[in-house]
T-cell receptor, first 114, second 112 residues
Framework: DVKVTQSSRYLVKRTGEKVFLECVQD?????MFWYRQDPGLGLRLIYF???????EKGDIPEGYSVSREKKERFSLILESASTNQTSMYLC?????????????FGPGTRLTVL | GNSVTQMEGPVTLSEEAFLTINCTYT??????LFWYVQYPGEGLQLLLK?????DKGSNKGFEATYRKETTSFHLEKGSVQVSDSAVYFC???????????FGKGTLLTVNP
């Protein structure tokens, strides 16, 4: 079974702190994604990566950056956390083979910024 | 661009009732279509998918048929259980970068 793990289930940070959210997948997938999930807005793509050291902006990249130094690990960075970044963050991965490939999701990190 | 519109919730049903959650999409080309489910406190799991027109995806008693003529992928289940209570997301995959476009989700509550 594909396993996507996220470093924390719950995180509480203060405004202005630098925040790292880590995601690791064990299926040698090329593609990795970071989403945020908010009530009434569904899932919105923040950034994605289709290869090591490669990244592309999603729909809402402002205030975020990412890092992918190894194939299995994709980090989301909030350089200076703000209260409007309080949200559920979901990581996902998928293979580049075939078409319509399934994305496999981690359990999510619920981040609260005070 | 691609978009997915799904039925707004919340939807509340009694156990053994019939379920339909509507989903329509706009996309160029020939997207693949998905239904994901999110149980309370968890991440999303793939429920079913279809990759071409007229395909039917099915899993755990849920079904959805890829209808190109109506650009729809409605989710159905003949008899829901309390354990089906969750948020359901319709999504499509199109283009070469494997991005998914999601609907806003539909909260389903099934009462005993």
């Amino acid at each position: 079974d594909v396993k996507v793990t996220q470093s924390s289930r719950y995180l509480v940070k203060r405004t202005g702190e630098k925040v790292f959210l880590e995601c690791v997948q064990d299926m040698d997938h090329e593609n990795m994604f970071w989403y945020r999930q908010d009530p009434g807005l569904g899932l919105r793509l923040i950034y994605f990566s289709y290869d090591v050291k490669m990244k592309e902006k999603g729909d809402i990249p402002e205030g975020y950056s990412v890092s992918r130094e190894k194939k299995e690990r994709f980090s989301l960075i909030l350089e200076s956390a703000s209260t409007n970044q309080t949200s559920m963050y979901l990581c996902a991965s998928s293979s580049s083979s075939g078409r319509g490939d399934t994305q496999y999701f981690g359990p999510g990190t619920r981040l609260t910024v005070l | 661009g691609n978009s997915v519109t799904q039925m707004e919730g919340p939807v509340t049903l009694s156990e053994e009732a019939f379920l339909t959650i509507n989903c329509t999409y706009t996309a160029t080309g020939y997207p693949s279509l998905f239904w994901y489910v999110q149980y309370p406190g968890e991440g999303l799991q793939l429920l079913l998918k279809a990759t071409k027109a007229d395909d039917k995806g099915s899993n755990k008693g849920f079904e959805a048929t890829y209808r190109k003529e109506t650009t729809s992928f409605h989710l159905e289940k003949g008899s829901v259980q309390v354990s089906d209570s969750a948020v359901y997301f319709c999504a499509l995959s199109g283009g070469s970068n494997y991005k998914l476009t999601f609907g806003k989700g539909t909260l389903l509550t099934v009462n005993p």
